[in-house]
Structures are given as C-alpha cells and as structure tokens.
C-alpha cells in the first residue's frame, strides 16, 4: 500500500535540549496513526516539523514521497487542527469551509459544489448558512475538520482536537472521529496525551517518551504486549511492583518481591537469576475467589481497603495480608459482588502468562 507520510530519522534540538531523537516511522494511505506521550515527550513538536512550522535538526520528512526539506507550510499537502479549532465567528458554515478554496482563487461555482459535497461527508448536510455561535461542540469539531478536507490534504494533523470539549462529548466524538475518518479516507496523524483516544480511534499507535517512540503497534498489542515499562505503565491502568528474579523456565520466570512475595510471570528469556525487574498485572487479569489446581496460577490473599464504585468500571483496592503493595481490582459485571465491604478478606490469583515483566536497569 502506498506511503503518505515517511518519517525518517528526525531530530530537533534546542540548544543542549534535545526535543525529539531520531524519530522513524511510515503511515500507509488512509491510516489512522496516533502518537500518544505525556506533555513535555516531544509529540507537538514533531507534528510542527511535520506540518512545516519548525525545521528538522536532522533527518528527512517525507510527503508521499516528496522531501518537505525547506517547503513552507503552506506549501505542504498537509493541514493542521489545533485544540482551539479557530473558526471565524463572523462567517458563517459555508463561509468558514470556503475560506482556503477562495485563497486559492478557485472559481465560485466550484467553490460551492465543493463546501456543498464536503459537508454532506462530514454529516452536516444543509448547515452551510447557520452560524459558528449556533452549533454544538461537535458540530464546530466536524466544520473545522471539513474545512481542511475540502483543500483534499494527502495528511490531516489534529494536535488534541478534542482536550477543550466536556467528557461525554468527548466520549461521544473519539467515535464521530474515527467513523468520519474511514468514510473519508484521508490520513490522519493525531497527536494526544489521553490513551483512551488513541486506543479507541488508531489503526496504529507511537508511544512517546522522553523525544523517543518507545514502542509503534497496534492498540491491542500495546495494551496486551507492552515492550517497556513505560508503555506499561502509560497505557491502560496496571499493578507494579519490583521484584528479584529467582530462577526461569522457558518464558515464565520466578520472582521474590520485597515483602517475600513469590509470583510467576512472562519474561524475557533473557532474565537471569538474580536480575532486578519490575513486573506488571492489569486490574482486569485479576480473579476474585479463582478455583483451585490451575496451573502456573499465581494465588494470594488480599485486605479489602476501600471499593470504588463507577458502573462498569468498578474497582477494589486491597492490600496482601496486614500492608504490602496496594493493589487495583476490577469488578467483573458478569458476577455479583455486593457482599463485598472494606475490611474483608478474600483469595485473588491471576494466570502468570497475563503478568509481565521487564529487566530494571
């Protein structure tokens, strides 16, 4: 399939400030690819060098095969929307959609066929005469994305669209997006710090750390396989600890943790006894009341310290026997567990093969 946008090696420093470190990757046509990274990783940086706004300390970008080196950006088949999608509020739909085509001197008629086919994509047939003030959030997130359509971009860049709109729209939106960008079929390159949004809408996701991608794969690799304890620990919630390998079978290995814990867990074969790691479970991998006699199944009994009730999003937190690490417990909603309160004791265990672990430095 055919390349729209070749990241090849990037760098961009800042002084002695090395902002993002010899970045590659490749998004095929039509692809939905996500850099997903706490604040302050590197990621609205290096959509600027995409978009043509900061240059490249080094390393090659490239736009459907063309090198961007030195291209202006608004010479660049790319646009870029920001939070703030900056619509102009004295104009109205059609007028805010037709803004680039006019700039480009295209002819009335065209101009008016094109607002009028590129709001019919996006779900807003008819609404080229209302006002900017008289739309919903959502309604001004697609007028900003067809306004940057309607130039027929071979990428669209969305630096965190959707971080100014309240939770349940943008519950609501990360799938209006994602539906809106297989009906268009244009690539979109979305940079977010919220792991929901990127998990949810992605063909593929760069996990971003310190100027680096940590790991690029697909949301459920990532959250299934992490590569690194940053991806672990950064996407989707996961029980930590640190623990001392004490011998290894195939891909299982023994651990001891600090409190004289043993636990068995999918690792590198390279782990040798002795080696410091940090070891991962997720909430959800966690059994409540596990039958007996599974193997390689780890088992311990835990203090119930507090229930947090959110719907389908309930957890437990408990403690192994009188302290130790905290742990976070999903509430399965396929079982009943209103006999549950602070304080109870109860049996947990998890499969080792849905734990993990990685050699700490």
Known sequence: MAVDLSVEKVTKTFGDFTAVSDVSFAVEKGRF??????????????????????????????????????RAPNRRPVNLIFQHLALFPMMNVAGNIAFGLERRKEKKPDIDRKVAEILERVGLPGFGSKKIDQLSGGQKQRVAIARCLVLDPAVLLLDEPLGALDLKLREQMKVELKKLQVQVGTTFI???????????????????????????????NLYAHPK??????????????KGTVRDQQEDLCRLETADGQMFTA????????????????RPEAIIIAPEAGVQHFNRLTVTIRSILFDGANSRLLATPGDGGEELMIALPQNRQYDHLAVGDRIDIGWNARSASCFKVS
């Open 33 to 70: 690819f996500s850099i997903l990274g706490p604040s302050g990783c590197g990621k609205t940086t290096l959509l600027r060098m995409i978009a043509g706004f900061i240059e490249p300390t080094g390393g090659r970008i490239l736009i459907r095969g063309s090198d961007m080196a030195g």
């Open 266 to 281: 999918a690792g590198a074969p390279d782990l040798a006894p002795g080696a410091t790691v940090a070891f991962f479970i």
């Open 190 to 220: 979305y940079i977010t710090h919220d792991q929901s949004e990127a998990l949810v809408m992605s063909d593929h996701v760069a996990v971003m750390n310190n100027g680096r991608f940590e790991q690029v794969d697909t949301p459920r």
């Open 228 to 241: 690194t304890p940053f991806v672990a620990r950064f996407v989707g919630d996961n029980n930590a600890w």
